[in-house]
């Protein structure tokens, strides 16, 4: 009698980036735990992570897990999705900490039969993941060094998403993390617990200080501010990325504020509030489409790309029609 090979095990790993500390630490938590399994990594923001996770079709579910974290969808039919993935064989997991997505869970929006899930406000996503794990792995007789040399890592990357900003170094690692970009796995994944920065990601923090010196001076150009009827100081502006950065800096000298900035990398808006105000920026990007936390949210406003390019037309058809009067004169 001929015995069947047990099918490779596979990993699918979906989570927000990869320019978001938290995402990819997150990822790299469950990229080690899973040691010997075939791990896939995929990274997502919010505009894309319902087709991203209608786009999951494994070929032997019951040999698949699906690890959704630091980020939730949106639409019903990916609801529908996942349920039928779950019911055909997939086991998937789900860790996130965004008000939003807390809100619909409690109020029985996803319906999906979930091998296991934490969604909790108390700690970033990569500490609901990392500490899950952590359990898991008291119960086995297995240890795994390089899983427990990430507890620096899972730190950074809750103290920065939180904006607590309480351990050093956080912050300039998110950043390293988001100028990297679709590279930042890669670069984080083999660190030790010294988190000793590799070439690259020396080379990236170079290049930090040069763009942020540059939105610096884009949002300076552009700020605006109105006082609202609640006596919050709402800043407006335009920045060139780094949005936190701005906010934080802004933050300590305006307060009761509320800062939103649209950075035209990213095309959407960023939500920061400085440190004495209490505005719930998950509920007020809620309102506009999009979501986050208390003190940090975003949206994306496809109307004031509109607007932009209106302005821009405009200016331009001015000058044209000024042109043509002077050369018909």
């Excluded at 919010?46 to 949106?74: F, M």
């Amino acid at each position: 009698m001929t015995t069947q090979p047990t099918p490779e095990r596979t990993v699918h790993i979906v989570s927000h980036g990869p320019h978001c500390l938290d995402g990819v630490a997150a990822a790299i938590a469950v990229t080690r735990f899973h040691e010997g399994a075939r791990v896939i990594p995929e990274f997502a923001v919010n505009p894309e992570i319902d087709r991203v996770l209608r786009n999951v079709r494994p070929a032997n579910p019951h040999a698949y897990e699906l690890w959704i974290t630091d980020i939730s969808w949106r639409e019903r039919e990916t609801d529908d999705h996942l349920r039928a993935l779950a019911e055909g064989g997939v086991r998937i997991y789900w860790f996130d900490h965004h008000r939003t997505a807390l809100k619909r869970h409690g109020a029985g929006a996803i319906n999906v039969p979930f091998a296991d899930f934490v969604v909790s406000e108390k700690v970033a996503a990569s500490r609901l993941v990392y500490e899950y794990l952590e359990r898991r792995l008291a119960g086995q007789a297995s240890d795994r060094p390089a899983f427990r040399d990430l507890a620096p890592l899972i730190e950074m990357a809750d103290d920065n998403d939180r904006w607590l900003h309480r351990v050093p170094g956080s912050r300039e690692l998110a950043l390293v993390v988001r100028a990297l970009g679709p590279d930042s796995y890669q670069e984080l994944l083999h660190l030790g617990a010294d988190l000793s920065y590799t070439p690259r990601m020396a080379a990236a923090r170079l290049r930090i200080e040069a763009e942020l010196e540059r939105t610096f001076e884009v949002a300076e150009a552009t700020r605006n501010s109105r006082q609202l009827a609640d006596g919050t100081t709402l800043v407006a502006a335009v920045c060139d990325g780094y949005s936190s950065e701005v906010a934080d800096r802004w933050g300590k000298e305006t307060s009761r504020a509320v800062f939103a900035l649209y950075d035209m990398r990213s095309l959407a808006v960023s939500l920061r509030r400085s440190p004495d105000c209490e505005v719930d920026l998950s509920r007020v990007a809620e309102r506009l489409g999009g979501g986050g936390h208390a003190a940090a949210a975003g949206c994306k406003l496809p109307e004031a790309r509109t607007t932009l390019a209106r302005a821009v037309g405009d200016a331009v058809a001015g000058a044209i029609d000024e042109a043509d009067v002077e050369r018909n004169r």
